[in-house]
């Protein structure tokens, strides 16, 4: 199938009640595994590339590797650029072949993140590109920052009204106790304010930092109007950790193949556990 966009995977999740994965990738067998699974799972499916992924492996190389992939599948797929955080990334991006962008304007004033994601709206609406905007700070597990301090940094609902209904975004992220990265212990999730943003908003809200969240907390998100769900440390951790193991029993191994193979096999079993939970599984 050729690419869809994010707006065509979430209004059947608005629809159906469930959320659709957004799995990064930065390679060809984390591509593979990742639409390998959704293809068996009969689930739409996210591909996302951070700018990182984009230094990594190249713009030209992301889009083509999606591309071809998606080809090769009938479920739809979306190719989404993840914290775009620099205007004129955002563009290449477009120009390359992402139907749909994220504009990070997160660490921005209020103001200028409007203005920047409302421009941005603009030019994807005049393309048929999607955008995902962020309001509010989704920090690192690192960061070393006490509970009140996290919260002055969570999504401000009356604030997100104004985001949402002046830039017109398809989605939006939101810090509500979510981290990037490994937790170091169960994170505290604050959803009488994901409740209180969905209702003034009515928009799909994106929970990033996905990767470790208990599952009972991410049903109660998707049922609160989590439509779009961000994993990327449990990808990394699955497929090191068997990359590992394969290189610790096979230590004369030299073959990449040999050792990328169970390194993509353990990643596409974890996509498949986070299909099932997040409902998208079935739904294509
Ligand atoms: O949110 C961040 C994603 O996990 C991507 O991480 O910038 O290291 O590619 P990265
Ligand atoms: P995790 O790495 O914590 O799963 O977060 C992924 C993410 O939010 C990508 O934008
Ligand atoms: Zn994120």
Redesign the pocket.
Known sequence: MELVTLKDVLEPAERGCYAVGAF?A?NMEIVQAIMEAAAEERSPVILQA????ISYAGLDYIVALVKTAARGVSVPVVLHL??GTDFLQVMRCIRSGFSSVMFDGSRLPLDENIEITRHVVEIGRAVGVSVEGELGKIGGTEDHISVSEKEVLFTDPVEAQRFVQETGVDALAVAIGTA?GPYKGRPELDFPRLKRIRDLTGVSIVM?GASGVPDEDVRRGIELGIRKI?I??DLRQSFVGALKGYIAEHPDNIDPRKVLAPAKAAMKEIVRQKMRLFGCAGKA
């Not at 951070?50 to 992924?53: D, I, L, N, R, T």
């Open positions: 990064n930065n951070s700018q990182g992924a993840d914290h990037h990033h961000n990327d440390t």
